[in-house]
């Protein structure tokens, strides 16, 4: 093995799982504040939203898709004739969906 000259970039040490876990909990203050600042920034909304999962995630945990209570509670729910929402801004619905949602209320009526 040959030791790199001066104006040659050194390999970076390999890092553990254990090392860069405890290197990333020493960042997490100042990660949750950078969070905080741009979810209370004038940022584009997406953006606030994304930093404010990322602090959600964090301090409740990631929600588990497609967990086995949830599934069995949507079952039940569907069985007993429940209902999905799906909340959108309107200026985010194609119109394809409009047309979908409209076709759904006449039915309904």
């Given at each position: ?64 898709s497609g967990a086995p ?41």
């Amino acid at each position: 093995m040959t030791t790199p000259s001066k104006g040659e970039p050194q390999e970076p040490e390999p890092m553990t799982a254990k090392g860069l876990r405890q290197k990333a909990q020493g960042m997490s203050a100042l990660a949750l504040t950078t969070l905080g600042k741009i979810m209370r920034g004038r940022g584009q909304d997406s953006v606030k939203l994304a930093a404010a999962r990322e602090v959600l995630d964090r301090a409740h945990g990631k929600p588990r898709s497609g967990a086995p209570k949830a599934r069995a509670k949507t079952a039940k729910a569907s069985a007993k004739g429940g209902m999905t929402v799906i909340v959108k801004r309107f200026i985010d619905i194609t119109p394809e969906e409009q047309a979908a949602a409209d076709a759904t209320e006449r039915s309904e009526w």
